[in-house]
């Protein structure tokens, strides 16, 4: 961790403790005022992996925040979507960048991450336009729709040092799914051929290549970089996103594929937490339903049939990708110039064009993230909580066959309603 | 110009005039040296355009020199290139940051700049092996097909910075000649339409809309970024690439098309060229030729059906694109893993589709600047120089035409050859 060594380095950094961290508040007005000056009796605990971050909840009696050290592209990345997005993006109140300090919102129960959720079979019913968004406002906003170059490429250059975590997410996603790496691992020994198969096919490692690439180089917007389920917590209210600290100028459609794909995962989870009392089968038409929503709502496509089907449609028609698009197609934005774009009719073209484009890119990087979570280092725990290790292979084994042919197929898809029909075929043995 | 204002602005920069250059030059041992010491009665000629660069050329009795001053970029990538490419590639003798001044190689007689070359009708028998072998070796070793993303982000961030210079190829060749524009001009009246029906092709507009988005977003490799026939100085021995000030990452196509395209234009202008003496047939099928064997050195197909076709094919077998990828695939590349693409068949499949991808792009890019130099603010003197404005009309005319149909209709060439039938089609009235 090279960044990381530099950044330690830098004048004026030390790394808290628990004691260090009280007396690093009381001295901090902007954290202390969050806690109600209330510092004599404040309730410390350690939330992080032990690894990249220090992260501490800190209660008292009149407040609470979250702080976090070595997390300098998530402050920057946190403070940006923040001011994009207020209603779904954590306030920081404080940020030290000598000591890659954040200080920000603790989010309060009864939010709970959105995968613990999903495994649970509770419905958040605000969930689909909530994230649409945040995804449209977010990914919108940092391109070159909104941005002049200048900008643009300022942001770009800026995000280039968070490389390190570039790198680590090109190894698990594009590379070691498709080639024989040590901590691979898979539902054991029921998906040793289908690990292998994936390892074989050479269709599916010249999609993936491609993707890679685009990855890297493709500087569209200032992603999330890791907008899985897990990095999402919520009530039926309220939709949080949280820890962007592999963000960085990428595809557009890393972000919205880390979403979908994950949420497709969790609907192949289902069958494995089936029981007596719930066989999931209405809770799996939500999440499709989820699927569908929040493709649709973001791209803005179908909104006019499904105005008034429902009180949480209408809000979406002003913020939606292509709505935002429209409204500020006059400004400063550098890639589709008004003397060029000049008739609305040729506008609509280019907006289908672009956001056909966004779908597929979407679909490819979602399938890929699919992929990866099964065959892969780091699984998810809404398979890896199917104690039936044979009924857990299964439904990975469905999500893994989905997945491929997605992501061999992704530009023959012409609607998320299509890509809905075409998981629903694979949810059979 | 702010970047150039704040380059101004930093410590130490004093823009030179003859006088404080000879005082530069006796005070720099690595430019004194250079001239044999001989300082006492030095010739200097001041070539420079009088707006963004100071270009002096510098003899003494025993040597020459160029200076350039505000010229950062340029320096930075001449350096770069060099090392890679020093056949193709002037030597730069001294770089002064704080001066943003560099001191490289005068590119001496006979050397004279290509398009003149082309427009008098002379045959460069190396021309498309010598930039075939600077293309390749460029691009490549700029590439994540050589290095590691690590490095290649470091290279990214820094030419973020050239950013003006970037704006301003934006503006010229995807956007001024697709508007209403002040400085847009076309061989008038009899162009009128032709420029006015430009500005209303609804196709034209969505192809050049994602040739823009890739021209920004898609950070492939370390670019000349201004490979047209003026900036390369040839005799039939020698070619050299002169004039990177606009290098930035960007994607391969954009340099391979500016090179292709002008090629192109350089056709398409012969008719305006010929006389009783030449009639300017023969020279039209070297030009041909060129192109064809330009893009097939590079990309390294079609080798073995040319071998021992001529002395000159020969050496291309081993600095081609493909060969290099070849004998690197085992390096710090961190686009296509050894462990993944398994087997020579697999990386002839990946290095096909990557390859085509490149053609398409290249086409794309190539007939963009074709455009732009007949509908656009800056022309090229191979019609420029036709001074009959019908005549010169027609010519134009032509190349708009096959321009226009390259770039809506790139992706349906599978060879070079059969763009060469493409333009010889509208090589009539």
Redesign the interface.
């Known amino acids: 961790m ?1 960044a990381a060594a530099a950044e330690q380095q830098q004048q004026g950094f030390r790394p808290l403790d628990e004691a260090s961290l009280v007396a690093y508040i009381k001295a901090t007005p902007a954290l202390a005022a969050r806690l109600g000056g209330r510092l004599d009796a404040l309730t410390i605990k350690e939330v992080g992996d032990g690894n990249l971050n220090f992260v501490y909840i800190v209660l008292s009696d009149a407040g609470s925040l979250v702080i976090k050290q070595r997390a300098y592209f998530e402050a920057s990345a946190l403070q940006k979507h923040r001011g994009l997005c207020p209603d779904h993006v954590p306030e920081v109140y404080h940020f030290d960048r000598a000591m890659s300090l954040i200080g920000m919102r603790y989010i309060e129960p009864p939010h709970i991450i959105l995968r613990k959720g999903l495994i649970a079979g509770v419905e958040y019913p605000l969930l689909a336009e909530h994230m649409a968004d945040y995804m449209a406002k977010t990914l919108f906003f940092t391109s ?1 729709l909104y941005n002049s ?2 900008d ?3 942001g ?2 800026q995000y ?2 968070n ?2 975590m ?2 680590l997410t ?1 190894q698990v996603v594009f ?1 070691d799914p ?4 040590k901590y691979n691992r898979c539902t054991s020994p029921f998906l040793d051929n289908d690990a292998a198969a994936v390892r074989e096919d ?1 269709e599916l ?2 999609e993936i ?2 993707l ?2 685009m990855f ?5 917007a200032l992603l999330h970089g890791d907008l899985h389920t897990g990095s999402i917590m919520v009530t039926p209210d309220s939709t949080q996103v949280i820890d962007p600290e592999f963000a960085f100028y990428g595809p557009m459609g890393y972000d919205i594929g880390a979403f979908l794909g994950n949420l497709i995962l969790a609907y192949f989870s289902q069958d494995g937490h089936a029981d007596q009392a719930n066989d999931r089968k209405a809770y799996k038409k939500w999440i499709l339903k989820t699927i569908e929503d929040s493709w649709n709502f973001l791209s803005n496509y179908g909104i006019n049939t499904k105005m008034g089907m429902g009180k949480h449609t209408c809000p979406l028609y002003t913020t939606a990708f292509v709505e935002l698009w429209n409204k500020h197609k006059d400004g400063n934005g ?4 008004p ?4 008739s609305s ?2 506008l609509r ?2 907006q289908k ?2 956001m056909t484009s966004l779908f597929h890119d979407s679909l490819g990087f979602g399938s890929a993230k699919m992929i990866r979570r099964i065959v892969g280092i780091a699984h998810v725990e809404d398979f890896e909580s199917i104690e039936d290790a044979s009924k857990r292979a299964s439904c990975e084994r469905r999500a893994l066959n989905c997945a491929k042919a997605i992501l061999k197929g992704r530009r023959q898809f012409e609607s998320i309603g299509q890509v809905i029909v075409h998981v629903q075929s694979f949810d059979r043995d």
Chains 1, 2 share one sequence.
């Open positions: 090279a070159l170059t200048t643009h490429k300022k770009v250059a280039c040092d490389v390190e570039c790198r090109e590379s498709y080639m024989l790496a050479a490692k010249l290549a491609e890679k690439s890297i180089e493709r500087a569209q550098e890639a589709y110039l003397p060029i774009y000049n009719e040729l073209l280019a064009k672009y």
